[in-house]
């Protein structure tokens, strides 16, 4: 798999697993799949079109998908366990995050803290996605939002191939 001149795939897996929630498995057990919205989201120059993305020069996919109608832009991350939003995407789109004690996660920015959240309605190209969970990290804690597994595990399909990732 080619990688960005200035990004190896060591550094790269080392760079997902980092931002990833790895050893967390969201309480709610997972999203669930609604009809898809009649309009797509637009995703600017993240993408071909909706669903293919390409990876960037710093050797990442990032899509633009609607969290509750809001456009977020997000870092594709397959391994991370849940959807999780900087508390800035979270604030924009309306997601408030749990009351329950929250947590600390040491991700690649240091350590930040943490609330469990639900997106009421995730929209990645034409799939909407109902009652996702997520993490809502605490400033400093992320650069970007990361579409993780409880969201990507609802799509038909994620395929790498060489420098496109195809999300069906």
């Given at each position: 798999?080619p990688?960005a001149?200035?990004l190896s795939?060591k550094?790269?897996?080392?760079a ?9 498995t969201?309480p709610?057990?997972g999203a ?10 637009p995703?600017?120059?993240d ?10 020069a ?8 609607a969290v509750n ?9 397959t391994?991370?366990n ?5 508390r ?6 309306g997601?408030?995050?749990?009351t329950?004690g929250g ?5 690649a920015g ?15 190209g034409?799939h909407a996605?109902?009652?996702a969970?997520?993490?809502?990290v605490g400033?400093g ?15 038909e ?10 999300l069906r």
């Amino acid at each position: 798999m080619p990688m960005a001149p200035s990004l190896s795939l060591k550094s790269f897996s080392l760079a997902v697993a980092a931002l990833g929630f790895t050893g967390i498995t969201p309480p709610g057990g997972g999203a669930r799949l609604t009809p898809p919205p009649a309009v797509p989201v637009p995703s600017g120059n993240d993408s071909i079109d909706p669903l293919t993305l390409t990876r960037s020069a710093d050797g990442l996919f990032y899509v633009t998908a609607a969290v509750n109608g809001v456009p977020v832009r997000f870092v594709v991350d397959t391994g991370a366990n849940v959807v999780v939003l900087t508390r800035a995407d979270a604030a924009a789109a309306g997601v408030t995050g749990s009351t329950a004690g929250g947590r600390a996660l040491r991700t690649a920015g240091g350590t930040a803290a943490m609330r469990w959240a639900t997106i009421e309605r995730l929209i990645i190209g034409d799939h909407a996605i109902a009652d996702a969970d997520a993490a809502i990290v605490g400033d400093g804690g992320l650069p970007h939002s990361l579409l993780g597994q409880s969201a990507l595990s609802r799509l038909e399909s994620v395929t790498l191939r060489g420098n496109r990732l195809h999300l069906r």
